[in-house]
């Protein structure tokens, strides 16, 4: 089986032997971890952003910017695919571990989960879990990580502390917008994996998001981050499994009864507790299903570009 540690591992030792290039920072910490900066004291950039994303997909998605607009507007787009939608959204891409110790907080992504099975019900959902001696893991964090971070992240995976990487960024960077808004297919796979829809019989993703302008503090990225995909992202699944056609009503974000306003203002109204928010907003925009197995194609949703211009600060 397919280790995305292992895929991961080579993408994180190119990125690391050329960080200077990359706009990114590497560091080895004393018990021989090793961490790629890439946007928390240094710029990072588009070529950071592509090698982030591509870690936190576990080396089974490539990513690629295209300029698109948005109204009048010109705008960067990332357009990512993946030919292992399951492993490389719900068992790697996820941000499905907290990484939690003394101050330090981040949400950890990545390939690392599937050796820690963070969530475990998510690997036994797809059937797929790593085998590999060294962990790769995505933090979303404006703060590095400490060697007793790193400890605790070797001890949650199952391996060495020297074998540990991590690739950090801040929500409110370049590389923090670029990863992001690069989980548009997955928040596509997340919503139908939430519907109890099998994803393991989709066999390939594609999705394409807005990159949305970096704001001044991680509350406000977070919120134009996620209104990327909300309101602006376009997914293309191919899948074997007639009976989607019974999900299709459910899956875009215009079906959540907190759709209409840009995520910050629905988060502010929420006095910022997530679990106040309707979790089936967390959709993609607009979805086109090709169904193999009749031979059907779906549609459902649409994109909202007033709500996301407005969210990005340009209306």
Known sequence: MLSVNELALEIFENLAEYAEEFNAAYHELDNGARIVDCGVSVKGGYAAGRAFTEICMGGLGEVNFRMGHIGDYPMTFIDVFTDFPAISCLGAQKAGWTVKH??????????????????????????????????????????????????????????????????????????????????????????????GFDTKKITAGFGTAPVPPVKKDATRAMG??????????????????????????????????????????????????????????????????????????????AVNPEVTLKSFGLI
């Open 224 to 301: 134009t981050t996620n209104d990327a995909t909300i309101y602006h992202g376009r997914i293309m699944l191919t899948m074997k499994a007639p009976e989607i056609k019974d999900y299709l009503d459910r899956i875009p974000s215009n079906k959540s009864k907190g759709y209409g306003k840009p995520f910050y203002d629905i988060f502010k109204e929420a006095n910022f507790d997530f679990y106040q928010i309707d979790t089936s907003l967390f959709s993609p925009a607009e979805v086109v299903i090709n169904e193999l197995t009749e031979g059907k194609v779906y549609h459902v949703g």
């Open 102 to 195: 003394n101050n330090y907080f981040a949400m950890g992504s990545g390939p690392a989960r599937a050796l820690s099975l963070k969530p475990k019900h998510t690997y036994e959902v797809i059937e797929y879990e790593d085998d590999f001696d060294s962990a790769v893991i995505a933090l979303e964090s404006d703060h590095l990580p400490n060697q007793e971070v790193m400890a605790k992240i070797a001890e949650e995976a199952g391996v060495d502390v020297a074998n540990v990487c991590a690739v950090v960024a801040p929500t409110a960077s370049l590389v923090g917008s670029i990863q992001v808004a690069g989980r548009c297919v997955e928040t596509a796979i997340y919503k139908l994996n939430e519907l």
